[in-house]
């Protein structure tokens, strides 16, 4: 079974730029998370899909962040324009309720804004 | 604000012996609780998730669970120099996961 898969896996852009980031949960999994990991801590939620409905999304900030997950499978997280505290590490994770809710995490994207 | 922490270490053990990492979470309506290992320049996996008091063996790994003093924990047995790395501790709680730092373990040939 394949994992979560997340493209791409390092992103370096200039500030103000916009960046985007794509996510294919594990096939069957409804739920899709984004999170945000700084250095020497542990991931933070940006928003949580239930199939294609964003059911929590109140740590997103919604000035420069978007997320859409079309047709309820992959999804993709958006920044614009960037700044230099977005740098961090984001994460997608999937996991499905039939399943004790353990949740899965994809590789990850390194992004660095200059 | 619902809360896991855990200490940051680093945890150093030799290799062989027992290692404990520690996790305390706030929201007595947690239900569930994880324990994720994450190497340097890594995502974390997912290794142990326990549900109910009590401990859960699966290997070298044993999760503990106390619900009434809102405590996790998780022991490796036998430690390899390959189990170096952060340990993060997750509740799940309404559909959400909170995650502690992460302890970071140094096991020691």
């Known amino acids: 079974e394949a994992g979560v898969v997340q493209s791409p896996r390092y992103k370096i852009i200039e500030k103000k730029q916009p960046v985007a980031f794509w996510c294919n949960p594990i096939?069957?999994?409804?739920?899709l998370y984004w999170y945000l990991q700084n250095l020497g801590q542990g991931p933070e939620l940006l928003i949580r899909?239930?199939?294609?409905?964003?059911?929590?999304d109140s740590q997103l900030p919604k000035d420069r962040f978007s997320a859409e997950r079309l047709k309820g499978v992959d999804s993709t997280l958006k920044i614009q324009p960037a700044e230099l505290g977005d740098s961090a590490v984001y994460l997608c994770?999937?996991?499905?309720?039939?399943?004790?809710?353990?949740?899965?995490f994809g590789p990850g994207t390194r992004l660095t804004v200059l | 604000q619902k809360e896991v922490e855990q200490n940051s270490g680093p945890l150093s053990v030799p290799e062989g012996a027992i290692a404990s990492l520690n996790c305390t979470y706030s929201d007595r309506g947690s239900q569930s609780f994880f324990w994720y290992r994450q190497y340097s320049g890594k995502s974390p996996e997912l290794i142990m998730s326990?549900?109910?008091?009590g401990d859960k063996e699966d290997g070298r790994f044993t999760a503990q669970l106390n619900k009434a003093s809102q405590y996790v924990s998780l022991l490796i047995r036998d430690s390899q120099p390959s189990d170096s790395a952060t340990y993060l501790c997750a509740s799940f709680y309404g559909q959400n996961f909170v995650f502690g730092p992460g302890t970071r373990l140094s096991v020691l040939p």
């Open positions: 096939s069957g999994h409804n739920t």
């Open positions: 994770a999937s996991s499905s309720s039939g399943n004790r809710n353990e949740q899965f």
């Open positions: 899909y239930e199939n294609e409905e964003a059911v929590d």
């Open positions: 326990i549900y109910s008091n």
